[in-house]
């Protein structure tokens, strides 16, 4: 029964990736007035699901790795350390969203110091 529901929500997903894909594609071709094959987007949908999966099995042996059940913003780091303008992007939204946290709840950051 499991097995069946992860089977389901697993072709849920694939179709969700599958429409998301067919509507960037569809923007990108109007605006460069060029055509793109329903072939075309199945491969890169299928290419972005393979991509998707092995990105979550390093985030997950990542995390484990460090002795913890959940993934964190280190782990995902540690995806991008061969990929330098998309570790910077990564690393820039981390620091800009922990600033932001850290503005909402000065207490605890004044505690820290």
Known sequence: MADKMDDELRERLKAALWYSIGK?????????????TPQFI????EMVW??????????????????????NTDDVLLVTRRNDALHGIIEDFINKEKAKSAAKTPGKARAKK
């Open 50 to 71: 393979a991509q998707i999966e092995n990105v979550a099995i390093d985030l997950e042996s990542f995390s484990r790795h460090a002795g913890r059940m959940t993934v």
């Open 42 to 45: 199945g491969a890169l949908s």
């Open 24 to 36: 960037i594609v569809d923007e990108e071709t109007m605006r460069l007035n060029t055509n793109a």
